[in-house]
Nanobody
Framework: QVQLVESGGGLVQAGGSLRLSCTAS????????IGWFRQPPEKEREFVAQ????????YYASSVKGRFTISRDVHADTVYLQMNNLKPEDTAVYYC????????????????WGQGTQVTVSS
């Protein structure tokens, strides 16, 4: 059992940056590939990015590639999502999740989820 906790969300103007963090409050975290998903208002949850357990491989949705960077600090047991050049359409609740496989872009491939953190981008 892994309990994930996201932090770092907030309100930012278009063109600004935020860094989200994902850590485990309980359970082994470092052995899992970790993904970020987001759910915009009144829309389905969608894949954003994933990083392998070692950090050697990363995968991105086309909508964020070149603007978002996923990374992990194995010593701090934390995965980050650096979001630059934010757009109003990036407004969503962002979730981190742990999977046993990589690459993995489908929700059903993830076993553990955090509660989410709100990101709001104003125009």
């Amino acid at each position: 059992q892994v309990q994930l906790v996201e932090s770092g969300g907030g309100l930012v103007q278009a063109g600004g940056s935020l860094r989200l963090s994902c850590t485990a409050s309980e359970g082994a975290f470092s052995v899992y590939p970790i993904g970020w998903f987001r759910q915009p208002p009144e829309k389905e949850r969608e894949f954003v990015a994933q990083i392998s357990w070692s950090g050697a491989n990363t995968y991105y949705a086309s909508s964020v590639k070149g603007r978002f960077t996923i990374s992990r600090d194995v010593h701090a047991d934390t995965v980050y999502l650096q979001m630059n050049n934010l757009k109003p359409e990036d407004t969503a609740v962002y979730y981190c999740a742990a999977s046993r496989m990589s690459p993995a872009q489908a929700e059903g491939q993830y076993d553990y989820w955090g509660q989410g953190t709100q990101v709001t981008v104003s125009s």
